[in-house]
């Protein structure tokens, strides 16, 4: 069965210390993953996919197989990165249903 | 132009009544969903709707009935609210490879 799982329901750290949101899937198949940001009272954003292999906001994520991971990184975290972040698995086999983690709020301190 | 727009993004209403929740996507996606964010924060399908067709259909209550009017528009009913009820409700759209695209979100606050 699909499942995401972000175990860290809250993470706090220091404005420039490094950051590492934890994400774990099971997907039997060629996941397609994704990290959506949602700042406070606003609308889930899309951050980045692994596909693209790119680096938004300075943040990266690896596609790990061999671990089923997909954490989400940044070497120096800002206070504006505070926020909630969403790791999600797109389904190829079911319409696109995506299957999101639990969500990690970040909290960066100055 | 908002890609994704809900309506109304606040509502607060008593237990028992009937409400309903629109959404109109401009980006010519075919597929058209439903979320509910419960107080933890974590995020849930409800739905999902491909040109029209009801394509996904969660153990969601029998009172939360969705209606696709055209492949532009996904609105949410919901008869007889209980406080239960009580949540941020995010519409999406998506099409092909891509990711979704949110909407803004609307409270719902039942009392």
């Known amino acids: 069965a699909q499942r995401v799982t972000q175990p860290e329901k809250l993470l706090s750290v220091f404005k420039g210390a490094p950051v590492e949101l934890k994400c774990n899937y099971s997907?039997?198949?060629?996941?397609?993953l994704f990290w959506y940001v949602q700042y406070s009272r606003q609308r889930l954003q899309l951050l980045l996919r692994?596909?693209s292999r790119e680096s938004i906001k300075g943040f990266t994520a690896d596609l790990n197989k061999g671990e089923t991971s997909f954490h989400l990184k940044k070497p120096f975290a800002q206070e504006e990165d505070s926020a909630m972040y969403y790791c999600a698995l797109k389904s190829m086999n079911n319409f696109n249903k995506f299957y999101f983690g639990s969500g990690t709020k970040l909290n960066v301190k100055p | 132009d908002t890609a994704v727009s809900q309506t109304p993004k606040y509502l607060v209403t008593q237990m028992g009544n009937d409400k309903s929740i629109k959404c109109e996507q401009n980006l010519g996606h075919d597929t058209m969903y439903w979320y509910k964010q419960d107080s933890k924060k974590f995020l849930k399908i409800m739905f999902s709707?491909?040109?029209?067709?009801?394509?996904i259909n969660e153990t969601v209550p029998n009172r939360f009935s969705p209606k696709s009017p055209d492949k532009a528009h996904l609105n949410l009913h919901i008869n007889s609210l209980e406080l239960g009820d009580s949540a941020v409700y995010f519409c999406a759209s998506s099409q092909g490879e891509d990711g979704y695209t949110f909407g803004s979100g609307t409270r719902l606050t039942v009392v």
């Open positions: 709707y491909n040109n029209k067709e009801l394509i």
């Open positions: 997907y039997s198949g060629s996941p397609e």
């Open positions: 692994h596909i």
